[in-house]
């Protein structure tokens, strides 16, 4: 069973921000939403796009490469050519620190 992992302060991701941390040797996008932290894959399941340099609108991530929209919630599928979702990851805050639990 793998621990939770530091990978941010959360100075480090305001508001409505996302930022690519990495996890073991995964690569996980963390994303604030109204003060709640959610993680989701950053390497696009399409061809490989690096969400964190796509466009947060809500709770949905675009990626940058062909405009595939994923649930950074869920990590469901919102728009294609993407078909497969996002893993999502365990996320916490604790005293400043976001910890996300490896896969
Ligand atoms: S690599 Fe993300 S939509 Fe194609």
Known sequence: MSDFIRVASTSDIPEGKMKKVTVGNQQV????????????????????????????DGNEVECPLHHSHFDVITGQVKRGPAARAEPVYEVKAENGIILVKPK
């Open 29 to 56: 996008l963390v994303v604030n939403l109204k003060g709640r932290y959610y993680a989701i894959g950053n390497v696009c399941t399409h061809f490989g796009g690096s969400l964190d340099r796509g466009i947060l």
